[in-house]
């Protein structure tokens, strides 16, 4: 009898820690950043996005063409050359073709977009900012060890210049739809990053459309003349770079070297 | 009458004496409360018991510093553990309070940032203070560096902190940015 009590009690002690313990992980409340809609919000903007990229990709193309022809043939400062001048009109129509796609398909963007941007903001309003203290809102980032080894993979995402619009869409939708074998510190980063890219993105489609509005006008009247303005240039190259990546403004971020000691102690002060 | 007024004078000396003796022994006894001067963190450690005990707690936050400064010239691991012992030890002695000694060793060897100790929740008393939360974090984790990297040579540790701090940041400048949009 006693020596079954013996073995029995540790083993039915261990049973009931290892449950505990299951239980309480169970129990362990999870933030819900990432609500169904937006991973279908995020998927549906990169498909506007590939839609957007399609139809501009060809006219620029074009326009960069007619741009290399314009100066190939020394049409700056002979403007009063009637070949010039002819160059100078289809530069001006196909920039108002790329206008005109623009105006055409953001509109449907900017309500993907804000539809991201307003699900997100709630959660993290609520998840993050009133049910979190600083305190709380470390432990979470952090993850279960605080002294685990710097993910190397994490990704660090802040700053896309370089990737294409819909290529940004559909890396963020990738990880929303995979990151359910990810913990909350991964979720709320993750969050955060897209917030903060789909206010940014937001604020740019309406000061683009506002501009489209004014630039469509003012070509229509140089049309008339086959003027190349430097704004026209200048805003070409900004579509590019928001819609195809730019090269140059790689941000590049050191990682930090790797860590080589051991370490077990545990302070009874660490908290 | 005489007799009193000549032995007044002699018993105004031998009292001035008396007084000087006796500011004298003290001054010959008050802690010199001088900064450990062993290289050896062991030896500075108990050298700086020592001093505390005679009366020289007053001077917590330099001794702590001085020892930081001597365990940098010997970086390794186990340093974690002899300050974490010195803190409990003061703890012990009443020297510091549980929290301070919490304060005093997480703020130099534990990852996470004890700028961001508070009651309230994020929206009501973090975003207000946002700057100053991210102020106090970046000294902290300049303490973190001292502690992790220079003192205890825990690289991994240290640089989880600088990718907590950067994710705090990140987080926050979402976070508060949700906030102010319900307002």
Known sequence: MNTTARILIPVLLVSVATLTTRVALANTPTIRLFPTTVVEDLRQTGNVARDMETGLQEVIGQLDQQQELYHESKCDGAEDDSGCQRLARQIGASYLEMLTIMDERLPDMEHTVNNTRLSLEKGLRNELGRKMTPWTLQETLIGSDANKTVSKSSPTLRGRSGMRLSERFNQYYQLVATSGAKGDQSLAVLASDIYLDMEETSLLIQRTRQEIARATLMEQLNQSFGIITPEMIEVVGGVKSILFGDEEGQALVAGPPPGSVEQAYRSPLEQ | ?183
């Open chain 2, 1 to 183: 009458m005489k007799s009193n007024a000549s032995r007044n004078p002699l018993l105004i000396v031998a009292g001035l004496i008396a007084t000087a003796l006796f500011i004298a022994s003290c001054a010959s006894t008050a802690p010199t409360c001088a900064a450990p001067q062993s290289k050896n963190l062991n030896s500075a450690i108990s050298t700086t018991q020592s001093s505390l005990l005679e009366g020289c707690h007053a001077h917590f936050d330099r001794y702590y510093d001085d020892l930081l400064t001597i365990a940098e010239g010997d970086p390794k691991p186990e340093n974690k553990r002899e300050f974490s012992q010195f803190l409990v030890w003061s703890t012990d002695k009443g020297l510091l309070s549980n929290r301070q000694a919490e304060d005093y060793y997480n703020r130099f060897f534990n990852v996470k940032f004890m700028s961001l100790k508070g009651d309230y929740n994020n929206c009501s008393h973090t975003c207000p203070n946002k700057q100053k939360v991210l102020f106090d974090m970046e000294r902290e984790l300049s303490e973190k560096e001292r502690g992790l990297l220079k003192v205890s040579l825990d690289n991994e540790g240290y640089y989880r902190a600088d990718q907590l701090y950067q994710e705090v940041e990140l987080v926050l400048e979402a976070t508060c940015t949700a906030c102010s949009a319900s307002r």
